[in-house]
């Protein structure tokens, strides 16, 4: 129902940072869970964090003190703000939109951003 693009992704050396951003065709308003996600080669996809309207926001332990998920709804945009970046984070990260928190699944993704982290 809505189309999310992700851009912001790239190579960059452990330790360095980058700013994914999830743009939405539409208002992203009525989604009440905007989440990233990550897959490397040969592993599931795995939560990165998600913001639930109202401001509340949850990460994966791997990430915790070093991304911060926003969203702006005014311009239906989300945004991961990764730091102090390990190799361990090289995946590829989807955007996703969630209309309600007790969903199974998400309503939509997007096609991906690849983000390399080099040692």
């Known amino acids: 129902q809505v189309q999310l693009l992700e851009s912001g992704g790239g190579l960059v050396q452990a330790g360095g940072s980058l700013r994914l951003s999830c743009a939405a065709s539409g208002s992203i308003f009525s989604f009440n869970v905007m989440g990233w996600y990550r897959q490397a080669p040969g592993k599931e996809r795995e939560l990165v964090a998600n913001?639930?309207?109202?401001?509340?926001?949850n990460y994966a332990d791997s990430v915790k003190g070093r991304f911060t998920i926003s969203r702006d709804n005014a311009k239906n945009t989300v945004y991961l703000q990764m730091n102090s970046l390990k190799p361990e984070d090289t995946a590829v990260y989807y955007c996703a939109a969630k209309s309600y928190s007790w969903q199974k699944g998400f309503d939509s993704w997007g096609q991906g951003t690849q983000v390399t982290v080099s040692s």
């Open positions: 913001i639930i309207s109202g401001g509340i926001t």
